[in-house]
């Protein structure tokens, strides 16, 4: 099982049953871990702002790759 920062692949699915901090997922971003950019992404997702589905997931790849590139 590969370890991402202090938390293992298999913690992703109780992910969103915990409150996890977004100073912590940014921190552990910074550090590279996928999984806190996993999450953070996933708690961000906004569907509301596009008309359509795949244009909605365009532009929140586009924001987060942009934001992960900053991180790292």
Request: hydrophobic share 35%.
């Amino acid at each position: 099982m590969q370890a991402v920062g202090i938390l293992t692949l298999r913690d992703q699915r109780y992910i969103q049953d915990l409150e996890i901090n977004e100073d912590f997922l940014v921190k552990e971003c910074e550090r590279g871990r996928r999984l806190a950019q996993k999450i953070l992404y996933e708690n961000n997702y906004v569907k509301q702002y596009c008309e359509n589905r795949e244009e909605e997931e365009d532009i929140l790849h586009d924001c987060f790759i942009k934001i992960f590139k900053l991180l790292n």
